[in-house]
DNA sequence: CGCGGCTTTGATGTTCATCAAGTAAAGTGG
DNA sequence: CCACTTTACTTGATGAACATCAAAGCCGCG
């Protein structure tokens, strides 16, 4: 874990446009001088539940995923999330502490910005706070989207959806690298880990994937998507 | 579905602390010329899910569902909100189409504010804006909550998890009348009628809850308790 | 009064979790 | 770099949990 605090270069961030389209130049500067850059190894935990939010940090680079953990000790994992989307969540305003943990499925950047200071721009640039809403509404969105249509899918289904969800969103190929374990998968779709290997294993067998190690392509995206619709 | 755009009452309104603490009194005044309240039989349709957002609606007496449909024709109940939450929810900001359904499980009152004249507020005023996203923030928790915990839960755990949720959160009560037909819950909770009643039924067998018809008691709130921790 | 929808219960079958045992892979310390 | 340990993965067999189907009773409503 290792903490950068760089030469500023949010003007050229391609953040900018995304987060902070409203602040002018001077705005930029005034946000670079409170924010450091954080960077955080695979498998390292950025947010950890329960813990008081002290910052407003948002995802730069790399790939992370939201997770709680349950009273009997599992992991349910909420969402995965690419840059563009916060990590703070809104957790930032609706409470003192974190309600999710956030960790690091890849190598990954942080911007952390001081609380105050965001908030400060909150209540004075309206269009700030507009488009900050509307971001926080987005992700909020997706996550209980994603919940919702898990749940109305078997285990098939399911699966079928995450793949696609993997090979579409966050690495729009067919071929990638899954960035989590197979365990990671089930505790997102709600089954159990064996089911998932057993179902990944038909996949292949069926021909509608390959697999070898974490690595995924997927041959047949028709069936797919056949198989995550009707599940 | 009635209409009534009454003398402006907005000042006395118990929901001006909740939702616009932040508006002077010229400012509730101007509100409530931008306000008119509507009418909702149980049972009628408040948002659709896909038209066009116009409005921005929160409930002011009685008692919703939000629920969308999946492609293959089945309701998908997400959750029950109470007066002080929003109904519109974030689809005012997120999207011009409403993400949702809702509908009136009681007789209920709704305030509808033009959209833009509250986006303008929210532009102008720094406070209200941080009202309105914190409240909106504590909104999505309680269903991004309620959707994890029902997913960690078997069926029986999640039967207790809801009659709990009814008496505590909802109604506040012992003794409620349920304000959803079993197929309902049953949709809410993502399992089959049938077993919704078996289970019902067992819990009453059990002595942990009495019923007829609609009416539940909660006769034994600890087991219920248990059930709904261990499920 | 009769129809349709909601409720109830039992019987049956499918889906999925769990257990177990083994293999591969990945980290760890000498 | 190798032996060791641990963690992840894989597959089969078994049983539990849950959906589905079916039939009957109930209730509200036109």
């Known amino acids: 874990?290792?903490?950068?605090?760089?030469?500023?270069?949010?003007?050229?961030?391609?953040?900018?446009?995304?987060?902070?389209?409203?602040?002018d130049d001077d705005?930029?500067?005034?946000?670079?001088?409170?924010?450091?850059?954080?960077?955080?190894?695979?498998?390292?935990?950025?947010?950890?539940?329960g813990e008081p939010v002290t910052s407003?940090?948002?995802?730069?680079?790399?790939?992370?995923?939201?997770?709680?953990?349950?009273?009997?000790?599992?992991?349910?994992?909420?969402?995965?999330?690419?840059?563009?989307?916060?990590?703070?969540?809104?957790?930032?305003?609706?409470g003192e502490k974190y309600r999710y943990s956030v960790s690091a499925l890849e190598d990954s950047v942080?911007?952390?910005?001081?609380?105050?200071?965001?908030?400060?721009?909150?209540?004075?640039?309206?269009?700030?706070?507009?488009?900050?809403?509307?971001?926080?509404?987005?992700?909020?969105?997706?996550?209980?989207?994603?919940?919702l249509d898990l749940r109305q899918k078997n285990l098939v289904g399911r699966i079928a959806y995450v793949l696609l969800y993997f090979g579409k969103e966050i690495y729009n190929s067919r071929i990638f690298d899954l960035p989590v374990s197979r365990k990671e998968i089930a505790d997102f779709i709600g089954m159990s880990t064996a089911n998932v290997i057993r179902t990944m294993s038909e996949f292949k067998k069926d021909g509608i994937i390959k697999i070898d190690g974490k690595t995924i392509e997927v041959a047949d995206i028709n069936k797919l998507e056949i198989l995550s619709r009707r599940g």
């Open 56 to 94: 407003f940090k948002y995802l730069k680079s790399g790939l992370v995923k939201l997770f709680r953990t349950t009273p009997s000790g599992e992991e349910q994992v909420i969402t995965f999330t690419r840059p563009f989307e916060f990590v703070s969540n809104m957790s930032v305003f609706s």
């Open 110 to 147: 942080v911007c952390i910005v001081k609380l105050s200071y965001i908030k400060d721009l909150f209540m004075k640039n309206g269009s700030f706070a507009m488009g900050l809403l509307t971001r926080m509404a987005e992700i909020n969105e997706k996550i209980i989207g994603q919940a």
């Open 1 to 23: 874990m290792e903490l950068k605090n760089k030469n500023c270069i949010c003007e050229t961030c391609e953040f900018r446009h995304i987060v902070f389209s409203y602040l």
């Open 27 to 49: 705005g930029i500067q005034e946000l670079c001088d409170n924010k450091i850059e954080q960077a955080f190894r695979k498998g390292e935990i950025i947010n950890r539940e």
